[in-house]
T-cell receptor
Framework: GAGVSQSPSNKVTEKGKDVELRCDPI?????LYWYRQSLGQGLEFLIY????????KSGLPSDRFSAERTGGSVSTLTIQRTQQEDSAVYLC?????????????FGEGSWLTVV | GDSVTQMEGPVTLSEEAFLTINCTYT??????LFWYVQYPGEGLQLLLK?????DKGSNKGFEATYRKETTSFHLEKGSVQVSDSAVYFC????????????FGRGTSLIVHP
């Protein structure tokens, strides 16, 4: 597609349930990022994939969060046993990796509400 | 670690007013600096960037100059329009090669007719 595609755009789930959020990056982009945006907060880095390298998981807030990227393209962010504090917009972004100062391209986000 | 500090919003202006949104950063070396904008109901998109000291990024009438001596990258526009109403995020990409941008908290701009 022309841009970064995320699904679902909105998700309401019950506390304790697992959720999966999907990201389809721009074709040819080797780098993929997940960020979280909470109300009134900035963008919190979660995880970064680059090509076939091991992902940088340093931003994942707990072991309930995991992500994978299959075939160097589509990525899934999984939140297990969701809690109310997980409610946020989850943003996926992708970029080419050509030196420094690369522009990253964001999807519109997946709004997650845990009730 | 790297960090970005932006002025808190909301910033409320009348159309055709001058805009400044302050951004300062903490990082080692010479990071790349960015402004991203999020219009209502849309995803973040790049507004402008600068990759070395004294560079000026510009786009859509907005400008920001990379000031190493003051570790700043303030966003300016001479005459804002209602359509500029959005949330503006300052960001840096470390020179150390982590390639993971660090974002500020965002500044909401509201422009009244």
């Amino acid at each position: 597609g022309a841009g970064v595609s995320q699904s679902p755009s909105n998700k309401v789930t019950e506390k304790g349930k697992d959720v999966e959020l999907r990201c389809d990056p721009i074709s040819g982009h080797t780098a993929l990022y997940w960020y979280r945006q909470s109300l009134g907060q900035g963008l919190e880095f979660l995880i970064y994939f680059q090509g076939n390298s091991a992902p940088d998981k340093s931003g994942l807030p707990s072991d309930r969060f995991s992500a994978e990227r299959t075939g160097g393209s589509v990525s899934t962010l999984t939140i297990q046993r969701t809690q109310q504090e997980d409610s946020a917009v989850y943003l996926c972004a992708s970029s080419r990796r050509e030196g420094s100062g690369n522009t990253i391209y964001f999807g519109e986000g997946s709004w997650l509400t845990v009730v | 670690g790297d960090s970005v500090t932006q002025m808190e919003g909301p910033v409320t202006l009348s159309e055709e007013a001058f805009l400044t949104i302050n951004c300062t950063y903490t990082a080692t070396g010479y990071p790349s600096l960015f402004w991203y904008v999020q219009y209502p109901g849309e995803g973040l998109q790049l507004l402008l960037k600068a990759t070395k000291a004294d560079d000026k990024g510009s786009n859509k009438g907005f400008e920001a100059t990379y000031r190493k001596e003051t570790t700043s990258f303030h966003l300016e526009k001479g005459s804002v329009q209602v359509s500029d109403s959005a949330v503006y995020f300052c960001a840096l990409e470390s020179a150390g090669g982590s390639y993971i941008p660090t974002f500020g908290r965002g500044t909401s701009l509201i422009v009244h007719p």
